[in-house]
């Protein structure tokens, strides 16, 4: 076999270890074969001739980069590497799980009337309780319907829909929390001088 024979294969086997290194970590051992390989490729192809020693230089200066890049590219596919590699957490993966976020969470899907004009935000009304909510983009009309799509953070994402408001529960009137306060009877605080 002659000396440019054995530089091509060495210069292969230098690359493909390369390769490899980066699927299969082993601590640098790879990378120190790789590099002695490519190195013996390079002698070789200078002891056959000056013109091919500066080929597999050249080779050898722009292929190991382009085949680390390449490789870094397709590594996070690999099996190994998406177990070694993590997800990157969302938003919402970072923040703290506090009971008004929970709270918040409950309300998605549910449906309420803005209270004023939403340019993009404004109050809403959800099941007699008045939240400051964000409109997913369009504007909503005072005492339009708006489902709760999404919670961002604290707040509240709505859309207009055409849904029905749920039904309420009757109120007794007979319950003295229902009654309006000027209809109980009570006397006025008397004023302090």
Not at 161 to 172: F, I, M, N, R, S
Request: charged share 20%; aromatic share 4%; hydrophobic share 50%.
């Amino acid at each position: 076999m002659s000396l440019l024979a054995w530089a091509v294969a060495l210069m292969a086997l230098g690359l493909v270890i390369v390769v490899v290194e980066m699927f299969l970590p082993s601590g640098g051992v790879l990378a120190v074969i790789s590099a002695a390989s490519i190195v013996a490729s390079i002698v070789m192809a200078f002891k056959h001739s000056s013109e091919a020693g500066l080929g597999f230089m050249t080779l050898a200066v722009l292929g190991t980069p382009l085949l680390l890049v390449l490789g870094f590219k397709f590594w996070p596919r690999t099996p190994l590497g998406r177990r070694i590699l993590l997800d990157v957490p969302t938003g919402d993966d970072v923040l703290p799980d506090v009971e008004l976020r929970r709270q918040l969470k409950e309300l998605v899907g549910r449906i309420g009337t803005a209270k004023t004009l939403m340019l993009p935000s404004g109050p809403v009304v959800i099941g007699n309780v008045t939240y400051d909510a964000l409109s997913e983009g369009t504007a909503v009309q005072a005492g339009e319907r708006v489902k709760v799509v999404e919670i961002r953070g604290t707040r509240i994402v709505v859309r207009p829909t055409d849904e029905d408001l749920p039904q309420q529960a009757t109120l007794d009137p007979n319950d003295p929390l229902n009654i309006p306060i000027d209809k109980l009877g009570l006397e006025p605080f008397e004023r302090l001088t």
